[in-house]
């Protein structure tokens, strides 16, 4: 450690920190526009001159490396007065228009300009006007307000992986802009926002939605991926108006992915549910809460009493919170149904009843940006979980390999070390193969679960090359993906990456499919023996079902016969903060409150708990999911359903012992085997990261990014080929129903595969999400 | 999207570097390109990036900073006029003058017959050979009096 | 006194850039001792030291002492880089370096990578003299055959590769940071040091960075020995410097003269005064120094020291003669917008401010300044100094201050009678197209 002296004040710094930092280690705050904690150095505003004793020059603090007895001033008059030229540089070509700037009050060159008083303006020359950039629906430009600091480029190098803004021309030319008017696709972009220091970058979203001065700003917790990154949702006459990170260096850092920043335009949805409603002769009939709930307890019990309590099926979002979870499941066990799933998307339940516990990421989040090696199996990583890709991608900038196991080769943004990409059918082999090179490279001997697995497996290079990747360092890492966990074979991908893991001495987990899947399986939110799986409930259908959250459509593992399902049922039960198809297929709507509108929590990818409070109260009727389903407990006259608070419930959920204690990833007797080659055209299919649930579905700025288009088809130019289509030609898919969709050379995927989206419009009608198919030319 | 001759001219200049560090030949790619091309459209541009492996908005950075690039369409002959103080001394703006003149054009501009554009340059490194001018970027003409720039737009128009 | 040639001695034959020519001329002699004796790179280092060798890219740092700073025991690949982006109005010897002699580049350079242990080299050649990359090209592809670079040059077991690379026309690539940044591939904005080139240099790697001239003087240092050549200068301002002369003289060009030459007699050598006018002013080092006098001119040496005690720089030896037709109002608005179009524009008080000064300085020149203006062009310009990322912000500023310091009374002339204290007719006269006589 360094001692060096700031403004009379010691300060203990590590050899090679900043000026800078040594100065907020004692809370001295250095004017600054250019520098970032999380961003490299550019030194380029020149705002954070200071003078340090022995140099002849104002230095920037945040450049300028800590020396033993160091002396700095960062008030005295030498600095003060670099300051203030640089201020004053930094205004002549501004516009100085902050009455009407949506960054007013939050702008930091307002902020420090007060600082520096400086009265009129010296400055009489004609000024700089830059023309405004079209970057797409979520970031809206006033360019002539750049200050240059290139925050925002180095951001997409840096954190988003892939530099989609630039800075053109030069001298005072210089430009921040696009290639080409092209807009910003990155699943990160949002943080650009975040991230310029004046208003050059504002949300579009957002834009002229309120001054900043009139928000409230309440913290809350995302319900999208299974991050569950921390939000200061911003509040103005109880309507969200933004959406911020809430800093949390375990979790998100100071970044959000754009879903989490911009779903929140969903909440008013034209189909958001706000008063509970009945279908009577197929109309439907807004009615009172009392009625409503009247209704539910008297269907629920006329089909109990004719068809038993085995016909009714609980479909619950894994997107819910834990109370929600957890006083669904009580109520539908209290009715005596086993009939419970929150594993919507899932094909393969044969490891039911063998886990020994919670399955969880198998370490801490921020671990991953420290780890030397990490292997990721059957991901969509980049789209289904931005910021654990974003964290990895700075463990790749630090030295880490990264490498996977994985059905398609799309463009993770992150240099890869090694993969191995093969067809859905061949995934299994293909982990077993790196499993045998790492067996080969170690010296040890693969378990008795994966022996028959490995047995006459072929070791090929790409094998060989991932299995030492992974062996890189000594922080590793084996992660399941939600295309692993969808996968039809999943338990014996889960069998295979825990040997790889346990061989290369890695830990072992699950990325996570939604904001609350660890919490649902802590709520008992599946069946227990003699109950039926999600799927089990769709191919034997019931006569009733409760749905939490859910779509089935879009939120199943095969929409088309959720669907079915569904509409043969006598009665549809459904719980959410939008009505969507449910209109069809439901007799009775329950408006109950999204996340920004109820107390709960979540239980992140990590095990983290998370709970939360409504930062606005509930829209019109709607009421809080835990509440509702009291009631409904208590007017069914079911037990234990007379909880007072949210938080009541939640203890009730976790029960006594600590959270951490139930997450494992074991599984007791579970063989591994291959699966069988598939005949036809297998489908891959990621969900969209704007269709993932109901809420980013309706946000309708990300419904226009380039992540919400329209599926393609993309196969592989030699299978394509093969069909007789052409590139960007319209193809006819057949799945159980069939689609139309524009066919897509890939060469990212493998032979004999097609890739087509699931969970988006115009691709439902194709059925199962794991499934062969056909496609012939339209 | 650019010769096979160009190709080599560039795979040629990639060799020069190390293998993992492509992009230092961006420069003379975007030359290259150019050479073939008269001018740097943004698919030209983004041709080059996806060469070398490197972020087209880094390569249209690179386009857009040096002053020999040209984004926009060019006469089939660029001529740069150096009127930085020195070369002004010894004649550099009567030269650019002359040529304004004499080709009916300013600087930035391009005769209707799409033969020459003009260009104000900046100090080229040879103000002892004032006044000079750079013809399509590679070839420098020094000591250009009136009766040399008439040869040499004599020359050209042919 | 006379030209003292070396570098530029001997080039009248019709191929002197070629190989052969250069071997007749004792080309590589000094290379071929040094890798047959395999003499020590401490030894190279101190006869660099003892000649008093300084950099003649600008700022005139002691070349032996930068050799020194590269870390010894770094395993990794180190690089040796040269600056030939002569960018500095006024500056054209690197030109001529290359033009005339590039196998006295080739031979420092390699000379260079013995020395600090690189495993390649670089020279970073000015856009424009685009015909003098490609003839460097073709020294560099004699030098590959005759063994001289690439692997286990000339049979030891010293290798090392050298290659060309050119600019597209940005000033600012002259700044060795912004030169780097430009080799691998990006913008040439310079980097904010520390660290310094020496430890984070190409690709990250340790890197020493040269002016073309600086490593053209390097094999007759170490023929002639570091004595000889220091005393060919002055005590801390060793051996000879090229300065190339432009302006209003007779004969513009390039002279090699021993350092400390006075400065009447390099304006001798070059003919003299245009038209035997009144010498007005000299920028003694290149367009970023500040403008001196005629009449203190007439009384200086040109060397390092004596050009710095009198307020200026001698900088890349740049000298450019103003006769009294001149209007230095006019003069600094056309260095101001060179300084304002070359601004790289990644730091404020630069990017910001070259645009200021620019054009205040325009509006003065077209006769629409204020009282004011004259201070306040002062205070900008003050303000720039010092707080940049790169020189270039002091290269704008110094000759704005430079300018009002000698010639303020024009400036204010201006103002007053919104017009220039020389008259246009004259003015013009002096800057007819001029085409020296040889
Ligand atoms: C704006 C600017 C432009 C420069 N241009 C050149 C140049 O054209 N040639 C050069 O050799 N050095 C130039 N320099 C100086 C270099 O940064 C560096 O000091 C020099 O190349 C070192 O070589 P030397 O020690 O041999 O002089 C420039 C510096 C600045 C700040
Ligand atoms: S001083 Fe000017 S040229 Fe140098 S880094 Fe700053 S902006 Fe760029
Ligand atoms: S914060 Fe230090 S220069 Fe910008």
């Excluded at chain 1, 996968?487 to 040997?499: F, G, K, M, R, T």
């Excluded at chain 2, 013809?135 to 040399?148: D, L, P, Q, Y």
Aim: glycine letters at 10%; hydrophobic letters at 40%; one cysteine or more.
């Amino acid at each position: 450690m360094l001692e060096i002296e700031i403004d009379g004040q010691k300060v203990e710094v590590a050899p090679g920190s900043t000026v800078m930092q040594a100065a907020q280690r004692i809370g001295k705050h250095i004017p600054h526009f250019c520098y970032h904690k999380k961003l490299s150095i550019a030194a380029n505003c020149r705002m954070c001159l200071v003078e340090v004793e022995k140099m002849p020059k104002a230095v920037p603090a945040c450049a300028t490396p800590v020396a033993a007895d160091m002396k700095v001033h960062t008030g005295s008059e030498k600095a003060v007065k670099a300051q203030r030229a640089v201020m004053e540089f930094l205004l002549i070509n501004h516009p100085l228009d902050c009455p009407i700037c949506d960054q007013g009050g939050e702008c930091q060159l307002q902020d420090i300009a007060v600082g520096y008083g400086g009265g009129e303006s010296r400055y009489r020359e004609e000024k700089r006007v830059v023309f405004n950039k079209k970057l797409g629906p979520l970031i809206n430009t006033d360019m002539t307000r750049c200050i240059h600091c290139s925050r925002c480029v180095r951001f997409g190098q840096e954190i988003a992986g892939v530099m989609e803004l630039g800075i053109a021309h030069r001298g005072e030319h210089a430009e921040v802009m696009a290639f080409v008017d092209r807009s910003v696709d990155s699943e990160l972009s949002g943080n650009a926002i975040d991230l310029c220091p004046v208003g050059a970058l504002t949300s579009k979203p957002f834009r002229f939605g309120a001054r900043t001065w009139e928000l409230v700003r309440r913290p809350s917790v995302s319900p999208h991926d299974s991050l569950g990154a921390n939000l200061q949702v911003q509040v103005k006459h109880d309507r969200v108006m933004r959406v911020l990170p809430l800093e949390n260096e375990a979790i998100n850092e100071c970044w959000l992915s754009d879903k989490d920043r911009f779903s929140y335009e969903g909440l008013y949805a034209a189909d958001r549910l706000t008063r509970p409603q009945i279908k009577h002769d197929g109309e439907w009939h807004e009615v009172d809460w009392q009625t409503a709930l009247d209704y539910v307890v008297r269907t629920l019990g006329d089909i109990r009493k004719e068809y038993g309590a085995d016909a009714i099926g609980a479909l619950l979002s894994p997107h819910s919170t834990l109370e929600e979870l957890h006083l669904a499941q009580k109520l539908v066990r209290g009715l005596r149904s086993e009939n419970i799933d929150s594993r919507l998307r899932q094909n393969d339940f044969s490891a039911d009843g063998r886990r020994t516990g919670t399955p969880w990421l198998g370490l801490p989040l921020a671990a991953l940006s420290t780890l030397d090696a990490a292997l990721v199996v059957g991901s969509f990583l980049r789209k289904d979980h931005p910021l654990m890709a974003q964290r990895l991608r700075q463990a790749q900038r630090a030295g880490a390999k990264i490498c996977r196991v994985n059905a398609v080769a799309d463009d993770w943004l992150i240099p890869l070390s090694a993969e191995v990409i093969a067809a859905p059918d061949r995934l299994a082999a293909s982990l077993a193969a790196v499993l045998a090179a790492l067996a080969e490279q170690t010296g040890q001997a693969v378990a008795a679960s994966c022996q028959a697995a490995v047995a006459g497996i072929t070791v090929d290079e790409a094998a060989r090359g991932v299995a030492a990747a992974l062996l890189n360092g000594e922080r590793r890492a084996v992660l399941l993906g939600n295309l692993a966990v969808q996968h039809p074979n999943a338990s014996s991908l889960q069998v295979l990456a825990a040997e790889i893991a346990r061989l290369a001495g890695a830990s072992f987990g699950f990325l996570g499919e939604a904001a609350n899947t660890v919490g649902a399986a802590l709520a008992g939110a599946q069946p227990s023996k003699g109950g039926r799986n999600a799927a089990a409930m769709l191919r034997e259908p019931r006569k009733a079902y409760v749905l939490l959250g859910v779509e089935p459509e879009f939120d199943c593992a095969d929409g088309v016969a959720a669907r079915a399902a569904l509409m043969q049922a006598a009665s549809v039960i459904h719980l959410g903060s939008f009505v969507g198809s449910a209109a069809e297929y439901a007799d009775v709507l329950l408006p109950i409150a999204p996340f920004t509108e109820t107390s709960g929590s979540f239980v992140n990818a990590e095990g983290r708990l998370q709970s939360f409070s409504a930062v606005v109260p509930p829209l019109g009727d709607a009421r809080p999911g835990w509440k509702l389903l009291r009631v409904l407990g208590n007017l069914l006259g079911l037990p234990g359903f007379e909880q007072e608070s949210s938080e009541a419930v939640r203890a009730e959920a976790l029960g006594e012992g600590d959270l951490a204690t139930c997450l494992d990833n074991g599984l007791d007797g579970v063989q591994a085997r291959l699966d069988a080659p598939a005949q036809g055209l297998q489908r891959i299919a990621e969900v969209p990261i704007h269709f993932a649930d109901p809420l980013a579905r309706r946000a309708p700025a990300l419904q226009k990014t380039q992540d919400a288009a329209v599926p393609q088809a993309r196969i592989h130019p030699e299978t394509l080929t093969g069909l007789g289509v052409a590139d960007g030609e319209v193809v006819r898919l057949r799945g159980s129903g069939e689609v139309k969709l524009v066919a897509r050379v890939d060469v990212g995927v493998p032979v004999g595969c097609v890739r087509v989206a699931a969970a988006h419009p115009a691709s439902l009608a194709l059925g199962p999400m794991s499934a062969e198919l056909s496609v012939e030319r339209a | 999207m650019l010769s096979p001759q160009s190709l080599l001219l560039i795979d040629r200049e990639v060799a020069k570097y190390p293998a993992d560090q492509k992009q230092s030949a961006v420069m003379a790619a975007l030359r290259i390109a150019q050479a073939e091309k008269r001018w740097l459209a943004p698919e030209t541009i983004e041709f080059v990036a996806k060469y070398l492996g490197m972020p087209t908005m880094a390569a249209y950075e690179v386009a857009s900073f040096y002053n020999m690039y040209d984004l926009q369409p060019v006469g089939a002959h660029k001529i740069t006029v150096c009127t930085n103080l020195p070369c002004a001394l010894s004649g550099g703006s009567e030269a650019a003058e002359y040529l304004k003149t004499k080709l009916g054009i300013d600087f930035n501009e391009t005769t209707p017959d799409g033969r020459f554009t003009l260009k104000e340059g900046e100090c080229m490194g040879a103000c002892g050979d004032a006044p000079v001018l750079l013809h399509n970027n590679h070839k420098m003409c020094c000591r250009m009096t009136r009766e040399e720039i008439d040869g040499l737009i004599e020359e050209l128009s042919k | 006194m006379s030209e003292h040639k070396l570098i530029l001695a001997d080039l009248d034959g019709d191929r002197s850039w070629r190989l052969a020519d250069y071997a007749q001329r004792r080309g590589y002699e000094a290379l071929k001792k040094i890798v047959a004796e395999k003499i020590a790179p401490d030894d190279i280092i101190a006869t660099l030291k003892t000649a008093n060798l300084r950099g003649r890219g600008g700022a005139g740092f002691p070349t032996g002492l930068k050799w020194s700073f590269m870390p010894k025991a770094y395993t990794g690949p180190k690089y040796v880089v040269c600056n030939s982006d002569e960018g500095e109005p006024g500056t054209f010897k690197d030109r001529d370096i290359l033009r005339y002699n590039p196998h006295a580049v080739i031979e420092g350079m390699i000379i260079a990578g013995y020395t600090m242990g690189c495993v390649a080299g670089y020279n970073y050649i000015h856009g424009e003299i685009f015909e003098v990359y490609e003839r460097f090209e073709a020294a560099l592809d004699e030098a590959r055959a005759a063994g001289l670079l690439g692997r286990n040059i000339l049979g030891s077991d010293f290798s090392f590769e050298l290659f060309a690379h050119h600019g597209y026309g940005a000033y600012v690539c002259g700044e060795e940071t912004g030169l780097l940044e430009s080799l691998e591939g990006k913008k040439g904005q310079p980097r904010f040091k520390p660290p310094f080139p020496a430890s984070f240099g190409l690709y990250g790697k340790p890197t020493t960075i040269n002016n073309t001239e600086t490593f053209a003087s390097v094999p007759f240092i170490l023929r002639m020995g570091g004595e000889t050549f220091l005393n060919l200068g002055k005590p801390n301002n060793g051996g000879t410097k090229i300065f190339s002369v432009s302006g209003h003289v007779n004969r513009p060009g390039n002279y090699e003269v021993q350092l400390g030459t006075p400065f009447a007699e390099l304006l001798e050598m070059a003919g003299g005064m245009r038209g035997g006018r009144r010498l007005k002013a000299v920028i003694p080092g290149g367009s970023s120094a500040p403008v001196l006098s005629g009449e203190l001119m007439m009384e200086l040496t040109m060397d390092y020291d004596a050009i710095a005690k009198a307020g200026s720089m001698l900088g890349s030896g740049a000298v450019i003669v103003m006769d009294e037709t001149t209007c230095m109002v006019k003069a600094l608005e056309r260095l101001s917008y060179f300084y304002f179009e070359e601004s790289c524009g990644q730091c404020t008080p630069c990017r910001e401010g070259t645009g200021w000064l620019y054009r205040m300085m325009r509006r003065l020149e077209h006769g629409e300044g204020r009282a004011e203006d004259l201070d306040l062009l002062d205070n900008v310009a003050e303000n720039i100094m010092g707080r940049t990322i790169c020189a270039l912000g002091d290269a704008a500023a110094m000759p704005v201050r430079g300018f009002l310091k000698h010639y303020r009374d024009e400036f204010a002339y201006h103002i007053e009678h919104k017009r220039c204290l020389v008259p246009v007719e004259l003015q013009r006269e002096g800057s007819r197209i001029y085409v020296r006589q040889d």
